[in-house]
């Protein structure tokens, strides 16, 4: 299907967009992922909300009939409408924190127990923090990944936190599963850690980086984002709004994040949470 | 005893969609254990502790989906995976390029269907005002499901359609039944001649349920989404539909259903009602009716009596199911007493998925003690500290926007509600707990086999905890009411035959815990 010359509004576009051309890699109701003969993952969303620095974010109502993309320098080619895309709005993936505010958010992760469970998706990844969510570990798959993913935490908890990320990465539902979530958000929470302590963390993020990838190139960009300090919005969004001033804003402080996906941003949230207790990392 | 597999070569789903073929799997007939992943060196780890690892998945790769069936025979496993096939189409014809009759615009859409007139928009907010005023232009009635709309938007909104004499039903509408085709939640009910205009989807689910049990039937029932008839919007909609129905050779009675308006927007209606020919029923939850006096309107204090008196204005009831209501009414007191006798806790604790019936039994049990509190109290009662826990007798809506965040609506997705269940059961101070169950649809396709399982668990806490629940919906609804109705009671429930006379029942109860104790 053609789209029509005028048709095309991109509304943002990442800081990281790999260049080229790309072919439909996998397609999903609110994103679409394209890959390059570099391998190079880039995604088209429909929603603001769903950025990332190897995204572009166009108008809700031409996604689902776009099947071609070029990326270059100055410019777009959707469906082969050229696009400038000098002048869009860069999303920024940064996240700046002061350390007055990781310590805040530390507390907070340091109290999640305090926390009700029901914040979060029942089969997610939580579940290592709130054993209450067990029994919803129901069929004998739900039962066996329970138990594997308990045991990589065991890993975590001893020590061992390259056998842990080992252990989590692939395991779960979902084209990206929940897993590499919890990988994800592991990466994530070191940069935190980074800031945190002021110490280079780069050589033991890209060996969990180096073991965290699999044969799937949109969760292995993901990583690599992670592992680069590269936040999508909604974890940006999460960050910046943690600590609310009760725990009611709190909890609702969560939400941009617990939106991604069924159990993807609790499963990246026990990740980062996992990183930010393990202070022994630096 | 058999395990059949199946390898599908570079198909992937997201973790929602593999959740939801995988839960819907595990109950079907004959299913002993299942298992649909995608197909990574690790997920294969997990399926081998499992038991359900098969030698045809050794060539899998992460891009690929397994599906593994544990099933009593071959028969069994097979017409498993034929459901999960159609599940699975299903989920892939949403979001593949290639499936025909996808528009990707209004535009489009109107090409592709010439004749339509009317434009259901269901997408985030904050698209939706650009995509409703197009539709408008385009001459189409809208109904817009969507809800974050800013209020400035939905009057502009609202005046443009009513100078073009359409239709705007929402922001925020979730019920509508326009020529007897029921939109988004919504039921199947006998068509007739009573028509609805309301600012409230369960007020409208309830109210044409119960006149189709009753016998009657509806011509419209138009949404207009809940801010209509605040001060702001003027109740533009409110106004424009009570014309349409009033214009409408089909339609005989009228019934507005509404949170109180504005008194703005009540003397919009009471002008409107009064110059009206046909006979209006008004039911405004938790008002006092001042504001419509001397208009002619039949003032109604519940969702039943707006049904009932509609019904009668209409000519056309169903005795057994009236007299059936009446008995009920009448051995609310004595049963209530033999309730209150069997439990041993104190409170109730109503745990609802619908809005306004939630508001309802606050205003119902507000007769019956001021101990309630809430998460959405009315005038008058307390709110909730921590809407997670209970206090004394509590009613919760748990379709409220702090429990749907992040969440599929309770009328869609039980496992919010069970747990709470659970919970409340496992409160000593617990004597009750009320249900509303809402059929129909877009609402859960098997409330019964959801709530079945929390019941036992709650009742294997506490053995003497009691459950009412009333049922909004009709035997017709793909769920059937009845059938629902009769596997609930199995369980013990005591269904009453509308959410009125379930609140009087918990009222009764609680009064009689009260003078016990």
């Not at chain 1, 007055?100 to 305090?114: G, M």
């Not at chain 2, 030698?55 to 992460?62: I, N, R, V, W, Y």
């Not at chain 2, 101990?371 to 809506?397: C, F, H, M, Q, R």
Request: charged content about 20%; glycine content about 8%.
């Amino acid at each position: 299907m053609n789209l029509s010359p005028g048709k095309v509004s991109v509304v943002s576009i990442g800081q990281n967009l790999p260049m080229g051309e790309f072919t439909v890699h996998s397609r999903f109701e609110n994103a679409v992922n394209f890959i390059n003969s570099n391998k190079e993952v880039l995604s088209l969303v429909n929603d603001i909300q769903n950025m990332a620095a190897n995204a572009i974010c166009i108008g809700f109502s031409e996604l689902a009939g776009i099947t071609s993309l070029q990326v270059e320098k100055s410019f777009i080619v959707v469906n082969g409408i050229k696009i400038n895309s000098l002048g869009i709005p860069l999303f920024d993936s940064a996240c700046g924190m002061d350390k007055e505010k990781i310590v805040r958010i530390k507390k907070i992760f340091f109290d999640i127990r305090e926390l009700p469970y029901t914040l979060f998706p029942c089969k997610s990844l939580m579940v290592l923090y709130f054993p209450e969510m067990e029994s919803q570990f129901s069929s004998g798959f739900d039962k066996a990944f329970l138990q594997q993913s308990k045991f990589a935490f065991e890993q975590f908890l001893n020590g061992n936190i390259l056998e842990g990320i080992k252990m989590f990465r692939g395991t779960g539902y979902g084209f990206t599963p929940s897993g590499d979530d919890f990988n994800a958000g592991f990466l994530f929470g070191l940069n935190i850690l980074e800031q945190k302590f002021d110490k280079d963390l780069s050589e033991f993020k890209h060996q969990v980086y180096s073991i965290a990838i699999g044969g799937n190139p949109v969760v292995n960009t993901f990583l690599l984002l992670a592992s680069q300090a590269k936040y999508f919005n909604r974890l940006k969004k999460a960050l910046f709004l943690l600590p609310g001033k009760d725990k009611t804003a709190t909890s609702e402080a969560f939400q941009p994040l617990l939106t991604h996906g069924e159990t993807s941003g609790a499963d990246l949230l026990a990740g980062l949470i996992t990183s930010i207790h393990y202070k022994s990392i630096v | 005893m058999i395990v059949k597999g199946w390898l599908r070569k570079g198909e992937y789903f997201d973790s929602v969609s593999l959740m939801i073929v995988s839960r819907d799997l595990n109950q079907l007939p004959g299913v002993i254990d299942s298992s649909v992943v995608m197909g990574t060196t690790e997920n294969k780890a997990i399926l081998t502790i499992a038991g359900l690892l098969l030698p045809e998945f050794a060539q899998s790769t992460d891009t690929d989906l397994l599906i593994v069936i544990k099933s009593e025979n071959e028969a069994e496993a097979i017409n498993a995976w034929q459901k999960v096939d159609t599940l699975l189409k299903a989920i892939r014809s949403k979001t593949d390029k290639s499936s025909g009759g996808v528009a990707h615009s209004i535009n489009s859409a109107v090409k592709m269907m010439p004749g339509a007139n009317l434009v259901l928009i269901s997408i985030a907010g904050k698209y939706a005002t650009a995509q409703t005023k197009k539709a408008l232009q385009s001459g189409l009635h809208v109904m817009l499901f969507s809800d974050n709309v800013l209020l400035q938007d939905e009057i502009e909104l609202k005046k443009m359609a009513s100078q073009k004499g359409l239709l705007l039903m929402g922001p925020d509408c979730g019920t509508a039944i326009l020529n007897g085709i029921p939109l988004a939640f919504a039921n199947r009910v006998n068509q007739g001649n009573i028509g609805i205009v309301g600012a409230s989807g369960t007020g409208i689910q309830e109210v044409s349920s119960l006149i189709s049990n009753m016998g009657g039937g509806i011509s419209q029932a138009i949404g207009t989404g809940g801010r209509d008839v605040k001060k702001e919007v003027g109740g533009i909609m409110f106004i424009d539909a009570f014309r349409a129905l009033n214009s409408d050779p089909a339609t005989a009675v009228i019934v507005l259903i509404s949170k109180p308006p504005h008194p703005d927007v009540l003397l919009k209606v009471k002008e409107e009602v009064k110059n009206c020919k046909k006979p209006v029923v008004g039911i405004f939850i938790g008002s006092d009716g001042k504001g419509l006096e001397n208009s002619g309107i039949h003032l109604v204090s519940n969702l039943e009596d707006a049904a009932k008196k509609a019904v009668e204005l209409s000519d056309n009831h169903n005795d057994i199911f009236l007299k059936s209501l009446e008995k009920a009414h009448l051995e609310i007191p004595a049963l209530a007493n033999k309730m209150a006798k069997e439990s041993n806790g104190k409170y109730l604790r109503g745990l609802f998925s619908g809005g306004t019936l939630c508001d309802e039994a606050q205003l119902v049990l507000k007769n019956y003690t001021k101990n309630i509190y809430s998460n959405t109290p009315l005038t008058g009662l307390s709110a909730l500290e921590n809407e997670w826990k209970s206090k004394a007798n509590t009613i919760v809506d748990l379709g409220d926007d702090k429990f749907t965040s992040g969440r599929p609506h309770p009328m869609i997705d039980f496992s919010l509600r069970n747990k709470r269940i659970v919970e409340e059961a496992s409160d000593p101070e617990t004597a009750v707990i009320l249900l509303d169950v809402v059929l129909g649809y877009g609402s859960h396709p098997d409330p019964a086999s959801e709530l079945v399982p929390a019941i036992r668990k709650a009742k294997s806490v506490s053995q003497k905890i009691l459950f009412i629940c009333s049922i909004t919906g009709t035997d017709k609804d793909p769920q059937d009411r009845e059938k629902v109705k009769s596997i609930l009671e199995k369980e013990g429930v005591v269904v009453m035959p509308g959410n009125y006379a379930a609140c009087r029942l918990c009222g009764e109860i609680i009064n009689n815990i009260e003078l016990k104790n």
